[in-house]
């Protein structure tokens, strides 16, 4: 019979995390303080932990999954968290954490992640191995979005592992960045990162600049050439932009990736190089392999860990965060403070908006620099933004999601379904009397059945 702990402060969320995970004979408890789950962690007996990050100053959720796995190493650990980072991704995942989920949560996808974590708890077959603990520097990464949340995680995933990685996303979402951000919390984070611009030199230069040349290896070459792969030697090269890379060129990265070597230009001998691969396109790269103008061996070979970084479009919640980023950053470096008004943040964050996180930067540089008094204002804003009819910021962020009335549906069945239609018990579980519970029954077309219970 599973056991699951509920870990929050809040005593709404541990009724209704209970209710949420209760069936299939499961035992559930609840602890609304960190000493209270530590007691009940030392008894043993659990299956999964289900815990708030954010519980107090004291004592974190990360600290706690760390006390419960000295307690239990078996035991599964999920961590929920409103205001997810990289960092506590990072900390989470390398703590041995199941998975971190965020609020608002989705409810078929947290069902989902535990009924994943009692398989793994009863199959016992999947063990973490400790990770060292290394730095963790700021990665320029902003946002707290869903999508955000998940390329967090998955940074976290690849950055345990040694194995290729392929980044994809619009021109000015942040590939670089996130391949950074592998790099500097991975084992390799005191080595060398190298990025390299595939679409931005011609074929010839691009293999120099690869592999290297020895002196006369082509006109020019007055003198031997070390090339990026030998440059990034027990660190990480980053391929980005691969897609605009010459299949020839593809033939020699393969190799280079597959047998660890690279011959330079002109040379007779070959280097060994121990390198990891991250590379990153804007490009549909399985169209590119259907067409033929990208390898298949070597798409597969990059395509290990796959991360898809979300336009800005599609995280339009980040937008507020962006901009106290950017012009915090842009206002140090002018020596002055710099702030947008609330109009102007209005007008920027309730149109389309600028395409991408890079001109959306680029934008608030030129606006800080040229602001007057230290306020960007709505007048301030380009053109086509300030002429573009506005769209209420609420609709956007939370367009196909459904309505609260319909959310208020589906809690009432939910806890109608939990209590097996008691009609008593689901509303002190709502906290409303069962007149409120039969009037709610009544708008939304419930039939609540004719035995009174």
């Not at 009863?122 to 063990?127: E, H, N, R, T, V």
């Not at 979402?173 to 030199?201: D, M, Q, W």
């Amino acid at each position: 019979m599973p056991s699951i702990l509920v870990v929050d402060d809040d005593p709404e969320t541990c009724r209704f995390m209970k209710e949420l995970l209760a069936g299939d004979g499961r035992e559930i408890d609840t602890a609304q303080a960190p000493a209270e789950a530590l007691t009940k962690a030392r008894r043993g007996g659990y299956d999964l932990v289900v815990s708030d990050i954010n519980l107090n100053d004291d004592m974190t959720g990360v600290n706690l999954l760390e006390l419960f796995k000295q307690a239990d190493p078996d035991v599964e650990v999920i961590l929920v968290s409103g205001f997810g980072t990289l960092e506590t991704a990072v900390a989470a995942v390398r703590a041995g954490a199941f998975d971190y989920i965020s609020k608002p949560f989705d409810i078929v996808e947290v069902k989902g992640i535990v009924e994943r974590a009692l398989k793994r708890r009863a199959d016992s077959k999947l063990s973490l191995p400790p990770q060292d603990e290394l730095p963790t520097p700021p990665s320029g990464l902003v946002g707290r979005s869903r999508g955000m949340l998940n390329v967090y995680k998955q940074i976290a995933h690849a950055s345990a592992s040694d194995a290729p990685v392929l980044i994809t996303g619009e021109t000015g979402t942040g590939k670089e960045l996130v391949a950074l951000a592998i790099h500097r919390h991975s084992r390799r984070a005191a080595r060398p990162f190298v990025p390299v611009n595939c679409g931005a030199l011609t074929e010839g230069l691009l293999e120099s600049e690869l592999f290297g040349h020895v002196r006369g290896a082509f006109t020019g070459a007055a003198s031997d050439k070390k090339g990026l792969f030998e440059q990034a030697q027990g660190g990480t090269i980053f391929l980005d932009e691969i897609g605009e890379m010459s299949q020839a060129l593809q033939v020699r990265v393969l190799r280079t990736l597959q047998q660890g070597e690279v011959r330079p230009v002109g040379a007779s001998r070959t280097l060994q190089v121990d390198v990891r691969a991250i590379a990153a396109t804007h490009r549909d790269l399985d169209k590119a392999v259907e067409s033929g103008s990208f390898r298949q061996d070597l798409y597969y070979r990059l395509n290990v860990f796959h991360i898809d970084v979300p336009p800005l479009r599609e995280r339009l919640e980040d937008i507020p965060l962006l901009v106290a980023h950017f012009l915090h950053a842009a206002g140090e470096r002018g020596g002055r403070s710099v702030r947008l008004s609330e109009p102007a943040m209005a007008a920027l964050a309730g149109n389309s908006g600028p395409g991408n996180v890079r001109e959306l930067e680029n934008m608030l540089e030129r606006l800080a620099a040229d602001s007057r008094g230290g306020l960007i204002d709505v007048d301030d804003l380009p053109s086509a933004l300030r002429e573009r009819p506005p769209i209420r910021l609420e609709e956007r962020l939370f367009e196909g999601l459904p309505s609260l009335e319909e959310l208020e549906k589906r809690y009432l069945q939910h806890v109608l379904e939990a209590m097996k239609g008691n009609r008593s018990r689901a509303a002190e579980v709502m906290g409303i009397d069962r007149r409120t519970l039969y009037r709610m029954a009544e708008r939304f077309g419930i039939d609540l059945g004719g035995d009174e219970r």
